[in-house]
């Protein structure tokens, strides 16, 4: 599979193995995870906790990508895998985001901040300039957070 495909056909760089670990935010992350498939991985992923990765958040279309950046880190949530098909369903997941301009994203293998462990997540190292609004902090939850008072205080 090309390395550029868009978010369609994410690249995986290797299949996943139970033991491993994948490192989730944005929709992904368990408490925004409303998804109608999620019955399909209960019991196959046990979370480890909070995670910091390496990079920086942006807001593309109001869909979280995270793009390398040694400045940057990304507040997420680090699972086990205990059955392979988890990655599947995350892989499914991401592509069934819209299809937002500059939004393109890899699974690929990272270390994490913290804890000091490898894990898969989901990059997106073709994000141009001008594509989204960076989420400073990094923490997705936070911003949506901060974005539903403003919304609150509007009314």
């Known amino acids: 599979m090309a390395t550029n495909e868009k978010i369609h056909r994410p690249v995986f760089e290797r299949p996943a193995r139970a033991g491993k670990y994948v490192a989730v935010y944005g929709g992904l992350m368990h408490h925004l995870c409303q998804s109608r498939g999620a ?37 997420g949530e680090l699972y086990r895998i ?42 997106n190292d073709r994000l141009r300039p001008g594509d989204g609004r960076v989420i400073a902090n990094g923490d997705w939850r936070g911003h949506l957070d901060s974005r539903t008072s403003a919304l609150m205080l509007a009314v």
């Open 82 to 123: 205990l059955d392979p098909s988890v990655i599947r369903w995350c892989d499914e997941r991401i592509r069934e985001q819209p299809d937002a301009a500059g939004y393109e994203a890899r699974r690929r293998r990272v270390n994490l901040i913290e804890p000091e462990v490898a894990a898969w997540a989901y990059v």
């Open 39 to 75: 019955a399909e991985v209960r019991g196959k992923a046990i979370m480890v906790g909070a995670c910091w990765l390496q990079g920086s958040l942006f807001s593309i279309d109001g869909q979280a990508t995270m793009v390398p950046s040694p400045d940057g880190q990304v507040l």
